[in-house]
């Protein structure tokens, strides 16, 4: 897919390394007990992302906060097992759903200064920086697909897509990319 | 594009990002030995159509994933109010409100 890759002065999309991923539902009681076996507190305010560390080196932790009670987890992928035993056994006694998504998604990093407008190419939300901040995650549309767009900085997005969807997304972000070039 | 607040988010979302799910406000009958088949027949398929405001569920599928109830006038197709899944419907008090049609129980 790699030849696919858009790569532009204004925008450039990028393949994030092998990640493991969980989706983790469970009550707002229970929060602080997550956050402190996953090593990061879960974002409390919705469509909020949180972080440390760097994308798929040793420590890095991701904590997307999707759906009322719906957190997305992001570790590096050899540490997968060990997070979810420590989160199973801090939260035994919380009513909880964890599910491992590892490889349900495939990850993209879009950046660059035009990496906002690309991306309205085919996604209706307003991604202006007052209505769409560094840090807020979300899922939405890309033309005919759903996504989770994460803005970690005002032009840097991460995103995330089913894996059997990447193929149309990647042909259709080229494909925006020529019209925006 | 129209625009929907989602009462969990908390934000005007695109349209497209949501779903119509139907009346809201229906109250299924029961138990279920003590329901005839014209009071089941009536939960499942009979429906107002009224012209003018109508409560209705929406689910905010590409974002959040929750149900949740809107007011909606199915003549200027303006959504007056979203409100959660379990909260009565809001009182009628915008400004430039048509005639409020009759709720369901």
Same mark, same amino acid.
Do not use: I, N, Q
């Given at each position: 897919m790699a030849d696919g890759f858009t790569d532009t002065p204004r925008f450039r999309l990028i393949e994030a390394p092998p990640l493991a991923r969980f989706v983790l539902r469970l009550p707002a009681g229970a929060l602080t007990a997550a956050g402190k076996a996953y090593g990061l507190a879960l974002p409390e305010a919705i469509n909020r992302g949180a972080s440390h560390g760097?994308?798929?080196?040793?420590g890095a932790r991701v904590a997307l906060h999707l759906g009322p009670d719906e957190w997305w987890l992001i570790v590096p992928e050899a540490e997968g097992a060990e997070v979810f035993a420590a989160l199973e056994k801090a939260l035994a006694a919380h009513p909880r759903s964890l599910v491992e998504i590892s490889h349900r998604q495939v990850g993209f990093v879009l950046e660059g200064e035009g990496a906002a407008d690309l991306l309205n190419a085919g996604c @209706?939300?307003?991604?202006s920086e007052q209505a769409f901040p560094p840090g807020m995650a979300t899922r939405s549309l890309f033309h005919r697909i759903g996504l989770m767009i994460w803005r970690?900085? @005002?032009s840097v997005f991460r995103l995330e897509i089913d894996r059997s969807l990447a193929p149309y997304f990647v042909a259709s972000m080229a494909e925006s990319a020529r019209d925006h070039s | 594009m129209l625009l929907i607040r989602c009462p969990y988010c908390g934000m005007d979302r695109p349209e497209i990002e949501f779903r119509h799910a139907g009346a809201a406000h229906i109250i299924r009958p029961g138990p279920p030995d003590r329901v005839t088949d014209e009071e089941w027949a009536a939960f499942l398929y009979l429906r107002d159509n009224p012209k003018g405001r109508v409560a209705e569920r929406w689910r905010h599928v590409h974002g959040c994933g929750r149900f949740f109830n809107a007011v909606r006038?199915?003549?200027?197709?303006?959504?007056v109010a979203t409100y959660k899944a379990g909260e009565p419907r809001p009182p009628?008090?915008?400004?430039?409100?048509?005639e409020p049609t009759e709720a369901r129980p």
């Open positions: 760097e994308r798929g080196k040793p @209706p939300l307003d991604l970690m900085a @005002p | 006038d199915t003549v200027t197709d303006v959504f009628e008090s915008a400004p430039g409100a048509s």
